[in-house]
């Protein structure tokens, strides 16, 4: 089985423009996301797919390897499908965010592995129990799973919603995904679902076509570059354990 992982990476960003050459303690955010990436074992190939040469040029320059795609994509997971069509060789696809420096890579690993371990996956992510202060804030997605750790819902509100105080804890979802590759494509193919448009997230468009996604669950804490903020604190992480 090949496993690859790929990088969506787009110049466009509202809050944060040009955020994949933004400096993260001398490197390009992008080179930090790919660096960190490809510390992982069981992916056999890390691509970086870009929408700029800019950002083509720096991963390039940083020893990576990277691929041009096109520029009006709606969404990362058209780009992701973009750049698994020049894979045909390809079982599985790892999406890493272009903007998850800190990502594990053994949780990389851990998806691939599921792939090879269960033959009938078509898709799977992560979650990770969420910090109180987290969870009336839209920008972070909840999941709910069943008891075999498959989604049964995404939300930007808080779910389950706590009517009745039974203790049981509220996850967030972490944006990194995997897919069966041959999956991968017929999902960037499908027309958007009605909850996904009113939730504005895109792996609702799997669960309302009767897809099952598996959720694995991680109590790493990730900081992902959304905004000028965001950017500081990454920036303040790579100081201290790297002294620049």
Do not use: W
């Amino acid at each position: 089985m090949k496993i690859i992982c790929i990088i969506p990476a787009r110049y466009s960003s509202t809050r944060l423009p040009g955020k994949p050459l933004a400096d993260v303690a001398g490197k390009p955010l992008v080179v930090r996301v790919y660096e960190q990436a490809i510390k992982a074992a069981v992916p056999d190939d890390f691509i970086v797919a870009v929408d700029d040469k800019r950002i083509y040029e720096a991963v390039e320059k940083a020893g990576g390897k990277a691929i041009m795609t096109r520029s009006d994509h709606f969404t990362g997971t058209d780009r992701l499908a973009e750049a698994a069509q020049k894979y045909p060789d390809a079982d599985v696809i790892i999406n890493i965010q272009g903007d998850e420096p800190l990502i594990e890579p053994k949780l990389i690993d851990r998806l691939g592995q599921l792939f090879i371990e269960d033959d009938t996956l078509m898709m799977a992510t992560v979650k990770t129990p969420m910090l109180e202060e987290e969870k009336n804030e839209p920008g972070n997605v909840k999941v709910i799973t069943d008891k075999n750790d498959y989604a049964i819902y995404f939300s930007r509100s808080l779910i389950p919603y706590p009517r009745n105080d039974n203790n049981v804890p509220v996850y967030k979802h972490i944006g990194i995904y995997a897919y069966r590759r041959e999956f991968l494509l017929k999902y960037a193919q499908m027309e958007p679902t009605p909850l996904e448009q009113t939730e504005s997230l895109e792996q609702l468009r799997a669960i309302e076509n009767g897809y099952k996604i598996k959720v694995i669950t991680s109590d790493k804490r990730f900081i992902g570059v959304d905004t000028p903020a965001d950017l500081i604190k990454v920036n303040e992480y790579y100081k201290q354990k790297e002294g620049c």
